[in-house]
């Protein structure tokens, strides 16, 4: 099996903290991950590309300095949102690509869901 | 760049009928792959079949069916003999090749609501 584990799974903070949410690969080791933002009732937005040992790929739009993404480990990524607002309230996907399978899979996290007061 | 397209943003269905989820894809890669995903309400991405651009055979994977049509560029799931559990929202998604990055597109979501 391909395990992945978010950490919280939901947080509640003040407006200008930050926040760090963790995603780890149990079983398997990723040298890359993604991030997803979704909000309500929408589809999911890769919000950057996260690979070990080097600097994650941001897409169009996303601040990186607002969102940083770490990944240190070969099964551990995390992102942490700087100075929250109630504008980055979302729900938070992780996902990890295990290469060598047939389609290249990513498995996801449960997700990770903000609220910023 | 590439684009997924889910047109039907809700769709109810009768238990034990089966539904067919529409998806269209817009990519200028010749190696591909679509997913469909379910999102139950508690929020985790469940894997349900995939596609590849060079599969022959449609994908079956139990009571979820994959009907591509390459040509056409569709990639429509079907549920056959649908349960009370599959209500939930589903996603289609598409995977460049390497040189993308491996990075996921998902399209807009369609949610199924199952009646008993």
């Known amino acids: 099996g391909a395990v992945v584990s978010q950490h919280p799974s939901w947080v509640i903070c003040k407006s200008g903290t930050s926040v760090k949410i963790e995603c780890r690969s149990l079983?398997?080791?990723?040298?890359?991950m993604f991030w997803y933002r979704q909000f309500p009732k929408q589809s999911l937005m890769l919000m950057a590309t996260?690979?070990?040992?080097?600097?994650?790929?941001?897409e169009q739009g996303v601040e990186k300095d607002k969102f940083l993404i770490n990944h240190a480990s070969l099964t551990l990524s995390t992102l942490t949102v700087t100075s929250a607002h109630p504008e980055d309230s979302s729900f938070y996907i992780c996902?990890?690509?295990?290469?060598?399978?047939?389609?290249?899979?990513?498995?996801f996290g449960p997700g990770t869901r903000l609220t910023v007061l | 760049a590439q684009k997924i397209t889910q047109t039907q943003p809700g769709m109810f269905v009768q238990e034990k009928e089966a539904v067919t989820l529409d998806c269209t894809y817009d990519?200028?890669?010749?190696?591909?792959?679509l997913f469909w995903y379910k999102q139950p309400s508690s929020g985790e991405m469940i894997f349900l079949i995939y596609?590849?651009?060079?599969?022959?055979q449609n994908a079956t994977e139990g009571r979820y069916s994959l009907n591509f049509q390459k040509a056409r560029k569709s990639a429509n799931l079907v549920i056959s003999a649908s349960q009370l559990g599959d209500s939930a929202m589903y996603f289609c998604?598409?995977?460049?090749?390497?040189?993308?990055?491996?990075?996921?597109?998902f399209g807009g979501g369609t949610r199924v609501l199952v009646k008993p």
């Open positions: 996902s990890a690509l295990k290469s060598l399978t047939r389609n290249n899979e990513q498995f």
């Open positions: 079983d398997f080791q990723a040298t890359t």
């Open positions: 996260s690979n070990e040992g080097s600097k994650a790929t941001y």
């Open positions: 990519t200028s890669d010749q190696s591909y792959g």
């Open positions: 596609q590849g651009s060079y599969d022959e």
């Open positions: 998604a598409m995977r460049g090749g390497e040189a993308a990055g491996n990075k996921l597109t």
